[in-house]
């Protein structure tokens, strides 16, 4: 934006009553029109980005970022997974929750979120170990398990945030499994 009122770009002159003008010629005047537009729908998206996050935030029970990770339990008959706490393949998320599921954004202000899970799926939740990462700063940490099987493991650097979720989470499923319907009343 700078580059739009670089004076060296911009031939001046003087008037006849002594005010000074700028003088364009039609291609430098179709380049600010050019600019000009790109910024007016960068500004309009920008705003829809900011309009997104404020109506997430102000829908969703709880929010915030957390490291990710996701493992499959193992199948009947297959070996156990890997030993893999070594592996740093943590990655950071804007997790929402919302209504009767689990958003997981890339970022706050993506208009979709890269996955979800209904709590209605949710089979299990509870503390992993905290650990040391490579920066020498302890991550605390919990899981979510899935009845299809996926793991979902997240931490945070605030043993807090970790266990607002994780109470939320419980809560949420006690609640959930208890509006279930046994399958003998079916």
């Known amino acids: ?81 890997l030993d893999d706490t070594d592996v740093d393949d943590w990655l950071p998320r804007f997790v929402v929750l919302n209504g009767p599921c689990i ?17 209605a799926d949710i089979v299990e939740v509870g503390s992993l170990p905290s650990f040391t990462r490579e920066h020498e700063e302890t991550l605390y940490s919990s899981y979510i398990l899935t009845r299809q099987g996926l793991r979902y493991e997240c931490s945070s650097v605030s043993e807090v945030q970790v266990d607002s979720w994780l109470k939320v989470l419980q809560t949420d499923i006690k609640l959930v499994s208890e509006t279930k319907v046994p399958s003998w009343f079916q």
Not at 13 to 23: I, L, Y
Not at 106 to 119: G, I, M
């Open 103 to 119: 958003f997981f954004y890339l970022l706050s202000t993506d208009f979709s979120p890269q996955d979800s899970t209904l709590l």
């Open 1 to 81: 934006m700078l580059n739009l009122f670089n004076l060296q770009r911009l031939s001046w002159g003087s008037s006849a009553d002594g005010q000074e003008k700028v003088e364009l010629s039609v291609t430098e005047l179709e380049s600010l029109r050019s600019e000009l537009a790109y910024l007016e729908e960068r500004e309009a998206h920008l705003k829809a980005q900011l309009e997104h996050v404020d109506e997430v935030l102000r829908s969703a029970r709880f929010s915030g970022y957390l490291y990710i990770r996701t493992r499959w339990t193992a199948l009947p008959g297959e070996p156990p997974p």
